[in-house]
């Protein structure tokens, strides 16, 4: 029996020995960038949502597009809108094709559109939908687009990653896409040339692409369900690229370690969406607008962005940040202040006991906060703020769920705190506005105790409809400070996309959208 | 008893019995072990190697490994305690009335068992614990669920054999109820069978809620619990591989300290029943 | 024999019955309406109005009972309705998936059998010696541990550290060894031990000692014990390929191997109903099947056994 524990202290050691190094695999094939997800690519349809975003992005291409600094051409050349801010006439490129030889013109454009619309109740998220009123061939290479009133963000989203994007009518089924499609023509940089579902998808540069053509041959997107699986493989030179939001892609801690090793090049984008806490204004604790704001005095936030997020995402002072369009409104930032915090919750009748929690009446001061399961940087956030709170004597319960489940309570309302992400750029700030008032979504739910919900909820639908700036200006701050004042967010940090690559990978850069990932610019450095 | 002169005889055996009560011991006195409290969080401290403050360095929230891992024995081995007792009660419970009373309820309490037993444990327990969500609760719940029948029909089986035996024949025919000859004369004599078969199964029962939390279905945090911890580390392996190693080699040696018990223990009572495929 | 394998084909009827009814109320222990789910996993608003027509079209609206005749009818033929996530048929998913698990699952027994015989054999020839408890100390490790430190060590020790195998997916023959590999090690324990076992004692037996007598060589005397203990082992081993097939879930997700086991997660995250419904069903019903194969083959080596039933 000796023995065999000497065995065991003997594999535990081996164990012991882990530690990294680097084996060289020089024999890469550079035509081809090898991508790793944790998710398979699916159904494509450019007019549906059950695809991977960056995908559809390769394949299908928009009338406009969103820049840093404004929306500016791409399948049209050129366009004008009335004065009424009611007609859009645009220009289209004449040298387009879709992968399949048919010929990209107003006539295409239309039919993409009719199947669009054809599935309204899909799109209700995007007001642009609900608003067009008829949509016109003018002639061969000039679309109009008529609205039923002025809408603001109407350039905007049609530059969007979906659903306005283009696929050739050759592959409509019964003239529609909204039960599937045949096949994915597009007009992009790239063609879906294989697909293994649950493995790897294959796409070829496209030949004919009518712009800049991209500098390498291939993409390979790869599936790769574990992250450590992902990083294994990038460590064994399998893949050569990882990139995402969120940690969905690649751990904080890691991607620290990494661009401290610096074997691999880590790339961040600007910030880009917001990352908050919900305070749902409907519940019992919550309710109080003096609980709410001693709240946003009790986290941390510097700790949660330097000691979580290792400095990789910066303090947000405010909801949106000062960059995003219409919001630079100057509004005062709660900074840490635990005992400002405390002294607000005294106030509002919570007083500490011996046990080192609260009360009011007998009753304790005791607040539940739900995360998503399968995001570990969400659950990691939640035990710090868990502590946080601890620390001013409220006990939070935090409870990590399923995707599904932590949606339904969403449209349930049954959550104190709850997780609430903007989409970011170019979605903010009018699409994450717009989603308030739609009840599935927690942000409704949290905000109907508030006295002016219904104000709220109306102003936002105004003031997608303004068509004179100053005034859309004087809204967006009405609404942004009232929901400051109320307290209805914690705004924690802006978030932003980050990439991991090989050195010899060039042209890694970010599109102002988080879920799209410019393949097309990315190239080997030659030896 | 010559089955504890047995067990006592094998020495490896016997160092198992001592580690187990040892952890046992030390998740129950963990408040006063332990150097920190498991929950404390520390960020400046995050990921911290070994000193004296934090004997075996600190997690992604820079809480001590040690103190979570002292904690960590009340979780886990008290999910794994709770759901094979719970188990086993249910399973002497109705295995008990299958055996006494044959017949029909017999024939219907052993179909049913035959539905839950074909399907497979793990299939089981993740679509139930996909379906209700994770937690402690939920967790014992499934495993129940998954389990109660196997064992069902085993302790009908013990029953039964022991129900043959000539002495109890003798007190039946004596007058003796059913209640009183399976509380005195049967339960004393199968109570060992059951341990072994309870004793082989705990490891797969720590070794499950790990790989729950792989997949982000184990226990709620922050609740300190090794195979919620090992999941944590996994995250980091590639930066900090050692990480891994105190809940691993803790899941490791309790795991293997109770497969192995569990195999002596079949040896010492000569049970014919095989091990249960996990 | 053909009365025998009747009666036994009959007894499954009811069995699978109970099965499919197990297998469809599973589904209604989660507290989220499936109608509002299959809405949400295509980003639709779950309005009030969108929620009642799709109750109406997945026949949520009629009784637990109408629900389970039609679930089970469509079953039999082989429809397990529509996959919430891309709309395709559930049938079509599976079937897709499932020859990668069972070529990780056949991978999976071939390395238990070989190693579990091969292992035995030397623990037979060298009992209660050091290799011997090396050998069992080893194999007992392996099923200490939990299967993913086991399948993330494996990887990076023999695709990064030695960049012998590829780290996962399913691209050539050698992308099966490591998860193979991680598979059996869960399992190989047990057979050791009972195969193991069973030669110790055969190693007593009065044919043994008969044959020493006879002075047989020793590698014969072998044979002839592995011959006896074998058959125990092979109804055990029969059983082990539906335990495989079901316990791949851990493994084909660190590998990236394209089977059922990362079907079923995902569906289970994505509160994909159909999916899970039919996954643990079809499951159960391998598991019978299994069962049934190897209660067959036994009665037909071994007449004695078919009494029972």
């Keep these: 029996m000796r023995k065999f524990s000497i065995v065991l202290l003997a594999i535990l050691f081996c164990l012991l020995l882990v530690s990294c190094s680097n084996q060289d695999n020089a024999e890469i094939a550079k035509e081809e960038i090898v991508y790793a997800s944790s998710k398979d690519i699916r159904d494509i349809n450019p007019h549906l949502y059950s695809g991977e975003m960056a995908a559809q992005n390769m394949v299908f291409e928009s009338l406009v597009i969103n820049t840093e600094d404004e929306v500016e051409p791409w399948l049209a050349e050129s366009w004008e809108i009335s004065d009424d801010g009611m007609e859009y006439i645009f220009h289209l490129r004449e040298d387009v094709t879709f992968t399949d030889g048919e010929k990209f013109n107003a006539e295409a454009v239309k039919q993409n559109m009719d199947a669009i619309l054809d599935n309204e109740e899909r799109h209700a998220w995007l007001d642009l939908v609900n608003l067009i009123e008829e949509n016109i061939v003018v002639d061969e290479y000039t679309y109009k687009l008529v609205l039923k009133h002025p809408y603001y963000p109407t350039l905007t989203e049609l530059g969007l990653t979906r659903p306005f994007r283009f696929l050739s009518p050759n592959d409509f089924v019964d003239a529609t896409t909204r039960d599937g499609v045949d096949g994915y023509s597009g007009t992009g940089p790239w063609i879906l040339t294989e697909h293994n579902e649950n493995q790897e998808a294959v796409f070829t540069a496209n030949v004919e692409y009518w712009g800049e053509q991209p500098e390498v041959d291939n993409v390979r997107w790869k599936v790769m369900p574990d992250h450590q699986t992902i990083l294994l493989a990038l460590e064994k030179g399998e ?120 009360y009011k009446d007998e009753e304790k001061l005791e607040l539940s906060l739900y995360y998503n399961s399968d995001n570990a940087q969400e659950k990691t956030i939640s035990e710090y703020i868990q502590h946080d709170l601890r620390e001013i004597g409220v006990d939070l319960h935090i409870t990590g769920e399923q995707k599904q489940a932590f949606l339904d309570r969403q449209k349930s309302g049954e959550f104190d705190l709850q997780y609430s992400l903007s989409w970011g750029t170019p979605y903010d700030p009018q699409s994450y506005l717009s989603s308030w008032r739609i009840p599935a979504h927690g942000d409704y739910q949290a905000q109907i105790g508030l006295d002016r919900k219904v104000w709220l909820d109306e102003t936002i639908t105004d003031l997608m409809i303004e068509n004179d700036e100053a005034e859309r200006e004087a809204m967006y701050d009405e609404v942004l400070s009232y929901i400051h004042d109320e307290s209805v967010y914690i705004p924690l940090v802006y978030s932003r996309t980050k990439a991991v690559h090989r050195p010899e990978l060039q042209g890694v850069t970010f599109n102002v959208s988080q879920y799209e990932i410019p393949f097309e610019k990315m190239y080997f450095e030659a030896e | ?188 004599n199968a109570t060992g069978e059951i341990a072994v078969l309870a004793t082989l199964d705990i490891g797969s029962v720590i070794l499950m809620i790990s790989a729950l939390s792989f997949l982000g279905l184990g226990v709620q945090a922050p609740t300190p619990e090794w195979g919620m911890m090992l999941s944590e580390a996994k995250n980091v392996m590639i930066i900090h591989p050692g990480l891994m190693l105190p809940p691993g080699i803790a899941i490791l040696f309790v795991v293997a300290a109770f497969n192995f018990l569990g195999d002596s223990l079949q040896d010492a009572y000569n049970v014919k029943h095989r091990k249960r495929w996990r | 024999m053909k009365r025998y394998i009747i009666k036994r084909l009959l007894s499954v009827i009811p069995l699978l019955i109970g099965i499919s009814f197990l297998a469809f109320i599973l589904i209604n222990l989660s507290e989220s309406d499936p109608a509002e789910v299959a809405l949400r996993v295509n980003e639709i608003t779950p309005t009030d109005e969108a929620v009642a027509q799709m109750r109406e079209e997945l026949g949520l609206d009629k009784s637990f009972i109408e629900r389970y005749l039609t679930w089970v009818t469509s079953s039999i033929k082989g429809d397990f309705g529509n996959s919430f996530i891309n709309n395709k048929p559930v049938i079509n998913e599976i079937v897709q998936a499932l020859p990668a698990t069972l070529l990780l699952a056949l991978v999976s027994f071939i390395i238990i059998v070989v190693i579990s015989v091969s292992a035995s054999i030397i623990c037979t020839i060298f009992e209660e010696s050091w290799i011997d408890r090396t050998i069992r100390g080893l194999v007992f490790i392996g099923e200490a541990m939990p299967g993913y430190w086991i399948g993330l060590l494996l990887m990076w020790f023999f695709s990064i550290k030695l960049n012998l195998l590829p780290t996962s997916g399913m691209t050539s023959w050698a992308s099966v060894i490591l998860p193979g590999v991680t598979l059996a090690l869960a399992y190989i324990s047990t057979y050791v031990r009972l195969l193991r076992n069973n030669m110790v004692q055969n190693k007593s037996e009065n044919f043994v000692l008969y044959a020493k007598a006879r002075g047989m060589k020793k590698r014969i005397i072998l044979k002839r014990i592995f011959k006896n203990s074998l058959q125990t082992t092979i109804t055990a081993l029969g059983m082990s390929i539906p335990k495989l097939i079901a316990g791949t879930v851990i493994v084909e997700n660190i590998f990236a191997w394209p089977g059922i086991g990362r079907l079923s997660v995902a569906a289970i995250f994505n509160y994909d109903y159909p999916v899970i419904q039919a996954y643990v069903f079809l499951m159960a019903v391998l598991f019978v099947a299994c069962n049934l194969l190897v209660d067959i083959v036994t009665a037909m080596l071994d007449p004695r056994m078919r009494k029972e039933v």
């Design chain 2, 1 to 188: 008893m010559g089955t504890l002169n047995k067990l006592i005889q094998n020495r490896f055996a016997m160092i198992c019995i001592i580690f187990l009560v040892t952890v046992v011991l030390t998740g129950f006195f963990a408040p006063w072990l332990a150097p920190h409290n498991p929950v404390d969080v520390n960020v400046k401290e995050k990921l911290a190697g070994i000193s004296t403050t934090y004997p075996m360095g600190t997690d992604q929230l820079g809480r001590c490994i040690l103190s979570r891992l002292l904690y960590g024995i009340r979780t886990t081995v008290l999910i794994a305690f709770i759901t094979m007792a719970a188990t086993i009660i249910i399973g002497t419970l109705i295995g008990g009335i299958a055996g006494l009373f044959r017949g029909k309820i017999d024939e219907i309490i052993m179909r049913i068992c035959d539905i839950f037993m074909s399907f497979p444990s793990e299939v089981m327990i993740l679509a139930i614990i996909g379906m209700m969500g994770p937690g402690i609760t939920n967790i014992i719940i499934a495993s129940i669920i998954a389990k109660w029948a196997w064992y069902t029909r085993m302790i009908r089986s013990i029953v039964i054999k022991y129900t043959d035996k000539n002495y109890i024949q003798f007190a039946r025919v004596s007058g003796f109820s059913r209640w009183h000859i399976f509380r005195k004369h049967i339960m004393p």
């Design chain 1, 239 to 358: 893949i050569d690229l990882i990139f995402g939001s969120d940690g969905d892609m690649i751990d904080l801690d890691s991607f620290s370690a990494l661009e401290e090793q610096g074997k691999y090049i880590t790339e961040m984008s600007e910030p880009i969406a917001s990352r908050a806490i919900l305070l749902n204004s409907n519940r019992p604790i919550t309710k109080n607008v003096d609980v709410r704001e001693a709240l946003q005095y009790a986290i941390d936030k510097q700790s949660i962005a330097d000691g979580v997020l290792n400095g990789t995402e910066s303090v947000a002072p405010t909801l949106l940040s000062s960059t995003a369009p219409y919001s630079d409104l100057g509004l005062e930032a709660r900074e840490y202040n635990p005992d400002k915090a405390s002294e607000l919750l005294d106030e509002a009748g919570w007083k500490l006991d011996d046990s080192g929690y609260r």
